[in-house]
């Protein structure tokens, strides 16, 4: 029967891929084409631009609106420069050649004669007697390669700039030499925390290491350390200046934004870019003047790859009806796709992989200094894709007009997104969604140590989605998270199974942070969903109703620290980041004021005492607390959230199909239906991904 099924979708696709190329004109490509040729099946072109270029030339003064179809023939397309597509492009799909593999890559290929073992040589000395004979090095200058990239701080509010050049082994990035191999160490005792962000003299901090492995690095200049340095949301990677041994302190060459700090479980570092430490598989190090990079013998090594490229693999500026489709975007050191100001473009079944910055962004055009005729974005869509192994986070969607509210319709749908900050640790989300009226739907999201989903804007819809084992190693972070802007609201969250959350720190699958509003959450269901699943933290508007709470030391947690804490009073006092935040966009006249009734009276009905917190027709199973009553001293209950009776809590299974196996439908004949008045059945088995044979 597996055959057969196989069999069965094989016949489909060809079907499906014969039917879309009908009528279209054909252009092909192969790694061992001509672009001199012709362009033809037994002439292919050799390159992605010259097709390109073949299109326009054939629609050049003429009216030719006819599709056309670039097929790639299998094969890994060494990507030098981004190429490029504007609004001269439009209705083209470009996709892999049946059952061929094409890979678009921003790496270079080391031979296996370039590999050279360390013994044996004048390098032999850099590294312990133990290791020398597992260490291996490629002469990168003699190949020639000399754009190593640079090392740059990277982490919450450092500006978003290339990696560095990358290594992958086996088709898998390494890391750089690092020390602990797969810890961190504590924060000893802060002797000077360093200067703060607003802090001219920008001075690194000094503190205490335990141990003695920092005295063998001959070179302290060139390490850096990475981590939590202050608060548990804030990671950040930072040059070292120098090490005292005598008195086993270490001094930062830059400062963190907030100072260093100890104490807390997350105030720990790790240090890498040791070349002495090159003393595990998939570690590697790059001696910059020499131009060697020397890496760990993996055990078995197929191949070994270098990224080069720093500027994305594709980039589209005001197209148009443009489909990719089954295409591998692989080891450049930015990001693999950006969009701009385009229209009904869609990436389609591609696997985004190996990244140094986030996969692919679609986003306005405005700000380019040459405009394309379609400055915002609009329907554009991510599609039955994959993405793991970015250094920033997933994808950034974007486009859409706050001044009018005018939705822009760009999607995410169907796509596994996971492990996604290999480099910047927080705040690059698997998707971080923007502008207005944008969709997130059927994904699933896992293995990040901070956000799924980083929201800001309007009107955004975000439905059946799994995410799970995100939040993994940061403190007050939220699965879905936005904040600080009562203007942004409209969005609608609902029948998504958010599960697995650590409870270690303070993590929860929706947070809205700072009198974060207007977000209506509806049908979810919230299993060991961290700390406590939902968090308002001020703010008004946000109604919950049909949501289901399972196996939870608390349900929902709201505060009033617009009111009770001094570090938020300022967010609304005169002048304030939330006076200035609704000002911007105008938010007592239309369309603001006619689209969100409540946000015109933002200032008249007291901003600080959180309303209209709706919580009703929920179901709570096995919760500790169903609402926090105390935090941190703080009032934080059900005096700030408008909580009705018609909400079930029970300890009891109340009729789960199956909860051992994490099937929380409920069976209809579940005695919820009837304690909990209108309770609607949660369509739990539509949540998360589906095979692309069942749309």
């Not at 072109?45 to 097709?51: D, K, Q, S």
């Not at 029948?495 to 993590?507: A, D, K, S």
């Not at 006092?573 to 006619?594: H, S």
Request: with cysteine; aromatic share 12%; hydrophobic share 35%.
């Amino acid at each position: 029967m597996r055959n057969l099924s196989r069999r069965y979708y094989l016949f489909l696709f060809l079907l499906y891929f014969l039917g879309s190329c009908a009528g279209n004109n054909r252009v092909y490509v192969s790694v061992d084409g001509n672009d001199k040729g012709t362009g033809k099946r037994n002439d292919p072109f050799m390159t992605l631009e010259r097709a390109r270029d073949y299109i326009r030339e054939k629609r050049w003064g003429e009216t030719d609106d006819r599709p056309y179809t670039i097929l790639l023939r299998g094969g890994n397309y060494r990507i030098e420069r981004t190429i490029h597509f504007t609004d001269k492009d439009y209705n083209i799909t470009i996709q892999s050649f049946p059952d061929e593999k094409v890979t678009l890559t921003g790496s270079i290929l080391i031979a296996p004669e370039q590999i050279l073992p360390v013994a044996g040589t004048d390098k032999e000395e850099i590294f312990p007697e133990a290791n020398r004979n597992k260490v291996f090095m490629v002469r990168l200058k003699d190949l020639p390669i000399e754009d190593y990239g640079q090392l740059e701080p990277v982490g919450f509010g450092r500006p978003v700039t290339p990696a560095p050049m990358e290594l992958f082994i086996n088709g898998k990035p390494g890391h750089l030499s690092r020390w602990p191999n797969d810890s961190s160490v504590n924060i000893g005792k802060v002797i000077y925390s360093g200067s703060l962000a607003d802090d001219k003299r920008q001075e690194g901090a000094t503190f205490t290491y335990p141990g003695d492995r920092p005295y063998g690095w001959k070179h302290p200049e060139k390490v850096w350390i990475a981590g939590y340095f202050n608060h548990g949301w804030a990671d950040d990677a930072i040059r070292l200046a120098s090490i005292d041994s005598s008195k086993k302190a270490i001094t930062t060459f830059h400062p963190h934004r907030y100072g260093f700090g100890s104490g807390k479980p997350w105030n720990q570092w790790y240090a890498y870019n040791i070349v002495e430490e090159t003393d595990a598989p998939g570690e590697y190090c790059i001696d910059r003047e020499e131009g060697i990079l020397y890496f760990f013998d993996p055990g078995t090594l197929s191949t070994l790859e270098v990224s080069l490229l720093e500027e994305p693999i594709m980039e589209m500026l005001g197209a148009s009806d443009i489909t990719v489709k089954g295409i591998v975007f692989e080891n450049a050191r930015g990001s693999a796709a950006a969009l701009y100001g385009t229209g009904n473009c869609i990436f389609s079944g591609c696997i985004f992989r190996n990244l140094g910055s986030f996969a692919i962004s679609i986003e306005d055009a405005t700000g380019f200094s040459q405009q394309p005729q379609q400055a915002f974005s609009s329907n554009n869509g991510i599609v039955d894709c994959m993405i793991y192994e970015t250094g920033r986070g997933g994808i950034v969607l974007s486009g859409g007009d706050r001044n009018t509210l005018t939705p822009a319709r760009n999607y995410v749908h169907n796509c596994t997104i996971h492990d996604f900050n290999r480099i910047a640790k927080t705040y690059s989300a698997g998707i971080k969604i923007s502008g207005v009226g944008n969709q997130i739907i059927h994904n699933e999201i896992f293995n990040a140590p901070h956000v799924a989903i980083l929201l800001s804007g309007n009107d955004h819809l975000i439905e059946y989605n799994e995410i799970h084992h995100v939040c993994m190693e940061t403190d007050d972070a939220g699965a879905i998270y936005y904040g600080r802007n009562p203007s942004e609201r409209g969005h609608l969250v609902q029948y998504n199974f958010i599960h697995h959350l650590p409870e270690r720190y303070r993590t929860t699958a929706i947070y809205h942070d700072d009198a974060a509003c207007g977000m209506k959450v509806h049908g979810n269901v919230f299993y060991k969903a961290g700390a406590f699943p939902v968090l308002i933290g001020g703010g008004s508007d946000n109604p919950y109703t049909n949501n289901i709470f399972i196996d939870c030391p608390v349900g929902i947690k709201v505060d009033n620290r617009l009111q009770a804490f001094d570090w938020a009073k300022p967010m609304i006092a005169p002048g304030g980041i939330i006076e200035q935040r609704l000002n911007e966009i105008k938010f007592d006249r239309p369309p603001y004021c006619t689209n969100y009734p409540e946000l015109a009276k933002y200032w008249e009905e007291d901003p600080s005492f959180p309303k209209r917190n709706r919580v009703d027709r929920n179901l709570f199973v096995n919760v500790g607390q169903t609402v926090l009553k105390v935090d941190d001293g703080v009032n934080a209950d059900k005096q700030f959230l408008d909580f009705t009776t018609n909400n079930l809590i029970t300890r009891e299974d109340p009729g789960f199909i199956d909860k051992n196996r994490m099937n929380f439908k409920l069976t209809e004949t579940s005695a919820v239906f009837e304690k909990i008045r209108g309770f609607e059945a949660v369509p739990f088995e539509k949540m998360g991904t589906y095979a692309i044979g069942n749309k």
